[in-house]
Nanobody, 126 residues
Framework: VQLQASGGGLVQAGGSLRLSCAAS????????MGWFRQAPGKEREFVAG????????YYADSVKGRFTISRDNAKNTVYLQLNSLTPEDTAVYYC????????????????????WGQGTQVTVSS
């Protein structure tokens, strides 16, 4: 599956952005999805994940209560709403897909994902 992330940009601290990740396959609903980010000089880190149906979501502690992951399987798209942004949120954000494991479990490590998008830059100014 091919993933195309979009929606990044430059925003002031306290502002919001909505990232989108469009998938190429009509079998999109077969994949659990996740968002990761990588800041300059740092390793890529998990941000948020969602099950194939959208019924289960989970977050990194650093974004819990500020970011919301959701998906629309009819549009083959997963979203990440970013609120109350801080300069520490500045990074390239990547969406990723993983073939649904059985039983399902929340995956937070990048090697647990099978497909990756190209990334979209989020820059938060102070």
């Amino acid at each position: 599956v091919q993933l195309q992330a979009s929606g990044g940009g430059l925003v002031q601290a306290g502002g919001s952005l909505r990232l989108s990740c469009a998938a190429s396959r009509r079998t999109f609903s077969s994949y659990a999805m996740g968002w990761f980010r990588q800041a300059p000089g740092k390793e890529r880190e998990f941000v948020a994940g969602i099950s194939w149906s959208g019924s289960s979501t989970y977050y990194a502690d650093s974004v819990k209560g500020r970011f919301t992951i959701s998906r629309d399987n009819a549009k083959n798209t997963v979203y990440l709403q970013l609120n109350s942004l801080t300069p520490e949120d500045t990074a390239v954000y990547y969406c990723a897909a993983r073939i649904n494991p059985s039983p399902w479990y929340p995956a937070k490590r990048d090697y647990e994902y099978d497909y990756w998008g190209q990334g979209t830059q989020v820059t938060v100014s102070s």
